[in-house]
């Protein structure tokens, strides 16, 4: 069964960058047919696609934050990771990473608990 | 102001019929991306419920269906149980961005 952890500092100040490692167990992060995704959720509202990665290094970002967030992988760790800088109290938010399925369908069939990063002094 | 537009609530008596649209635009729905949906029970994080309109992941009951006509999507739940009571999320493309809607809680009367 494919597992997803996040894991990183709960807590980042203003204007500094927020680091978040997702590790994948029970299957391999460099498969042809999956990419994979981190998205957002503010605390009570909705959730927000930050973007997603191939193995091999294809990216693609949310245009609204685009210019701040970088991500990438590390296979040999089965790990892939989201840093998003100059943060601000709107980037608060329960962080999930997830497994997207490179089908007609794109579904997201395997997703992370969830970690809660505040933006705070 | 998400892409996808859900109602922000929906209800319904044990064991009735309940649907949730989902209504986009030419540049995702109506190009013809599918649809997938979400269950997020309280706490937790989202889980797939639907995927590529009509379809249900292994271990969904056969109570949920979803289906999709041209620049909308719905989610039907029938026979409602309590434990249904929960969070349901629409998420399509639009070209090569993923887009999610903002969310229908549903409530067990």
């Known amino acids: 069964q494919l597992q997803l952890q996040e894991s990183g500092p709960g807590l980042v100040k203003p204007s500094e960058t927020l680091s978040l490692t997702c590790t994948v167990s029970?299957?391999?992060?460099?498969?042809?047919?999956?990419?994979w995704t981190w998205i957002r959720q503010p605390p009570g509202k909705e959730l927000e696609w930050i973007g997603s990665?191939?193995?091999?290094?294809?990216?693609y970002y949310n245009p609204s934050i685009k210019t701040r967030v970088t991500m990438s992988v590390d296979t040999s760790k089965n790990q892939f990771s989201l840093k998003l800088s100059s943060v601000t109290a709107a980037d608060t938010a329960v962080y999930y990473c997830?497994?997207?399925?490179?089908?007609?369908?794109?579904?997201?069939?395997?997703w992370g608990q969830g970690t809660l990063v505040t933006v705070s002094s | 102001q998400s892409v996808l537009t859900q109602p922000p609530s929906v209800s319904g008596a044990p064991g009735q019929r309940v649907t949730i649209s989902c209504t986009g635009s030419?540049?995702?729905?109506?190009?013809?991306?599918?649809v997938n949906w979400y269950q997020q029970l309280p706490g937790t994080a989202p889980k797939l419920l639907i995927y590529?309109?009509?379809n249900r992941p292994s271990g969904v009951p056969d109570r949920f269906s979803g289906s999709k006509s041209g620049t909308s999507a719905s989610l039907a739940i029938t026979g409602l149980q309590a434990e249904d009571e929960a969070d349901y999320y629409c998420?399509?493309?639009?070209?090569?961005?993923?887009?999610f809607g903002g969310g229908t809680k549903l409530t067990v009367l």
């Open positions: 030419s540049s995702n729905i109506g190009a013809g991306y599918d």
């Open positions: 997830a497994r997207e399925y490179l089908g007609n369908d794109g579904q997201l069939d395997y």
């Open positions: 029970g299957g391999s992060i460099s498969s042809s047919s999956y990419s």
């Open positions: 990665m191939h193995y091999f290094g294809n990216t």
């Open positions: 590529g309109n009509t």
């Open positions: 998420q399509s493309h639009d070209s090569s961005l993923k887009v």
